[in-house]
């Protein structure tokens, strides 16, 4: 499923790029893959086999009628061809393409307590002046890191949080 999802997001993106609807598509897949999220009963009612191809695909027209022809018909092909389990997938794949052409990356902060607004800002901006690239920070408060930052990017880890510091010299003194 997920390189069906690939093959299908990428695909979305490139033709809603073309035609300059990149940010309204990805804003209507995140709703839907919101609504998936939320309602797992939902999707799996849409790939049942008690429903009949019609019987779905008049759902998914009457439930997703306010988005875009292109959202709507890529959920009711996903529908056809039995692999409404790789939209999720197609929602990752379009993000990223759409955050690659857009010079985007998405940061993860995990800190002890919650950033405060100044402590955002300034993070934010010395990521954009480090890394080149628009930044969208995620937060995450996690106790367990008592304190500092630990930030995800890209695969990359950068860990700068006194649980990583103490760990480091507890290896020290053990050696």
């Known amino acids: 499923m997920r390189e069906t999802g690939t093959i299908y997001g990428n695909s979305l993106f490139s033709l809603a790029a073309d035609e300059g609807l990149d940010a309204l598509i990805k804003e209507q897949l995140e709703a839907v893959e919101a609504v998936r999220a939320e309602s797992a009963d939902f999707f799996s009612m849409l790939d049942a086999p008690q429903l009949s191809a019609e019987e779905k695909l008049g759902i998914a027209d009457a439930v997703f009628e306010g988005c875009h022809p292109y959202v709507v018909n890529t959920v009711k092909l ?5 692999s409404l389990a790789a939209f999720g997938y197609l929602v990752k794949a379009y993000i ?4 690659k052409a857009h010079n985007i990356t998405v940061v993860t902060a995990v800190t002890a307590v919650e950033l405060g607004p100044e402590a955002e ?11 080149g690239k628009e930044i969208v920070l995620k937060k995450r408060v996690d106790p367990s ?12 880890l950068i860990d700068g949080s006194v649980r ?3 760990e480091d010299i507890k290896k020290e003194i053990v050696r």
């Open 121 to 131: 800002a300034s993070l934010v901006e010395k990521l954009r002046a480090r890394l």
């Open 145 to 156: 890191v008592i304190g500092g930052v630990t930030l995800i990017a890209d695969g990359l």
């Open 78 to 82: 996903l529908i056809e061809r039995r």
């Open 164 to 166: 990583s510091r103490l």
């Open 96 to 99: 990223r393409a759409y955050n």
